[in-house]
């Protein structure tokens, strides 16, 4: 099964920037589409960005598009999330995964939180 590594969260003031980084183990990581999601205590988990596997197309929620990019390298079987311009709302706990199921095991998240 494989295996989901979030890290590079942290506290930023509005306007600042935070890349995100997700190490994933597992054999099937290069064909499928990766995203970032989010969520906030309370509410349910929401899909912030896509990359598909070979042409690495990129979808976004119109809350983060023209701020956030989404990358990937299918050597390293990473994926990462170039966050800029942070506003609060940005505030959560990020996740990477599977666009669609089946889903791979969550991991822990990385908790982004963006205040004064």
């Known amino acids: 099964q494989v295996q989901l590594v979030e890290s590079g969260g942290g506290l930023m003031q509005p306007g600042g920037s935070l890349t995100l980084s997700c190490e994933a183990s597992?054999?099937?990581?290069?064909?499928?589409?990766m995203a970032w999601y989010r969520q906030v205590p309370g509410n349910e988990r929401e899909l912030v960005a896509s990359i598909s596997n070979a042409l690495q197309i990129t979808d976004y929620d119109a809350s983060v598009k023209g701020r956030f990019t989404i990358s990937r390298d299918n050597v390293k079987k990473t994926v990462s999330l170039q966050m800029n311009s942070l506003k609060p709302d940005d505030t959560a706990v990020y996740y990477c995964?599977?666009?669609?199921?089946?889903?791979?095991?969550w991991g822990q998240g990385t908790q982004v939180t963006v205040s004064l």
């Open positions: 597992g054999s099937d990581f290069n064909v499928r589409t």
């Open positions: 995964n599977t666009k669609r199921d089946p889903y791979y095991n």
